[in-house]
């Protein structure tokens, strides 16, 4: 055998990224921190320092708005597609179900009602230009829109994120509340409801289907013995014929 020489080193065991910003400092296990500044992605290749500007995009923070609001209409559209009777040629699955009513109550509730802890002036989707019409559908006016972002960027958006601890939270956090409450509750509740009624109904089913066939044997009963009692007086005409 060949002895072959080897040497053994020792290695230094990673350390995580330490960086400051406007002078806080920061530790991280990896070189990308997304969670520093919101919004905004740390991507750290080489020591140093480097100057980042982060600017606002009022025209995202419109999409976005206009996103949640096309959203929140898709799901009144659906509701009323499913109530209207016309709409479905006749074919609602809903139709005439009033959970769908108590959804659509409780979501327009939602839109319009104030986010607590914020700025009196902002702190409802109509102090954004952005209101419930009689058909429960939320409608933007563009030029209140752009007024409010102008007029206090951060106070118009927390209306949305609400970003704090606690229970705080923004519009679209306390719509997608409701629907979770709705999910878990009306039609949770519903669903068992309408559950145990078929229960009920397919026992019921059962209950007459028996008492159909109890019956219709009884009237097979009956046909058979009227069969041989009309045998019988057949024979005896026949046989009074005779004489």
Do not use: C, H, M
């Not at 072959?4 to 406007?22: E, I, W």
């Not at 009144?76 to 109530?83: G, M, V």
């Not at 016309?86 to 959970?99: F, H, I, M, P, S």
């Not at 999910?183 to 028996?210: D, F, M, P, W, Y």
């Amino acid at each position: 055998s060949t002895d072959v020489p080897f040497s053994v080193s020792t290695v230094r065991a990673g350390l995580n990224a330490q960086f400051s910003v406007n002078g806080i400092a920061v530790e991280r296990p990896t070189n990308l921190a997304d969670d520093v500044v919101e919004g905004v992605s740390f991507n750290l290749k080489q020591t140093g320092s480097a100057t980042v500007t982060v600017t606002r995009d009022p025209g995202k923070v419109k999409e976005k708005i206009k996103a949640f609001v096309d959203a929140y209409n898709d799901v009144f559209t659906e509701l009323r597609a499913q109530q209207n009777f016309a709409e479905r040629d006749g074919k609602a699955v809903l139709y005439g179900e009033t959970a769908l009513e108590r959804i659509a109550s409780t979501l327009k509730d939602a839109a319009r009602g104030a986010v607590s802890g914020l700025d009196p002036a902002f702190d409802a989707l109509s102090d954004l230009g952005i209101r419930v019409d009689g058909k429960g559908k939320l409608t933007v006016k563009d030029e209140d829109l752009e007024a409010a972002l102008s007029a206090d960027y951060e106070a118009a958006t927390k209306l949305f994120t609400r970003i704090g601890t606690g229970e705080a939270r923004g519009v679209a956090r306390a719509v997608a509340a409701e629907v979770g409450s709705v999910i878990t509750g009306v039609i949770a509740q519903r669903t068992g409801s309408i559950g145990s009624r078929q229960s009920s109904l397919t026992k019921q089913i059962t209950e007459i289907e028996a008492r159909l066939e109890k019956y219709a044997d009884s009237l097979r009963r009956k046909y058979a013995n009227l069969e041989t009692y009309v045998g019988r007086f057949q024979s005896y005409g026949s046989s009074l014929g005779a004489l």
